[in-house]
């Protein structure tokens, strides 16, 4: 069975660190691009950042570059998202996904469940 859990979630202050991890089981995650996807409540999910299979080029959203690093374990079948800098606008349920590269939800077929990130004082 293919699935994505995504997990390292939690309540944060603002400037502190997070990272998340998306585990692949059922299926090799290095032959798919993996792309991260937030959603804010009232808000439409947005790409976060992505790694393509391939070159492992890294694409990151405007608003969390310098901040958000992807990367990938192939040893362990897993991407993680390491974010740093944390602000109350990151705030949102954090998904991983596995498809081809790109920022459009189209372009992924599988989809974790989520965690929720809070940055909170």
């Known amino acids: 069975q293919v699935q994505l859990v995504e997990s390292g979630g939690g309540l944060v202050q603002p400037g502190g660190s997070l990272r998340l991890s998306c585990a692949g089981s059922?299926?090799?995650?290095?032959?798919?691009?993996i792309g991260w996807f937030r959603q804010a409540p009232g808000k439409e999910r947005e790409g976060v950042s992505c790694?393509?299979?391939?070159?492992?080029?890294?694409y990151y959203a405007d608003s969390v570059k310098g901040r958000f690093t992807i990367s990938r374990d192939n040893t362990k079948n897993t991407v993680y998202l390491q974010m740093n800098s944390l602000k109350p606008d990151d705030t949102a349920e954090y998904y991983c996904?596995?498809?081809?590269?790109?920022?459009?939800?189209?372009?992924?077929?599988?989809w974790g469940q989520g965690t929720q990130v809070t940055v909170s004082s």
């Open positions: 790694i393509s299979s391939s070159d492992g080029s890294e």
């Open positions: 059922g299926f090799t995650l290095d032959y798919y691009a």
């Open positions: 996904a596995a498809g081809a590269m790109g920022t459009e939800e189209g372009n992924y077929g599988a």
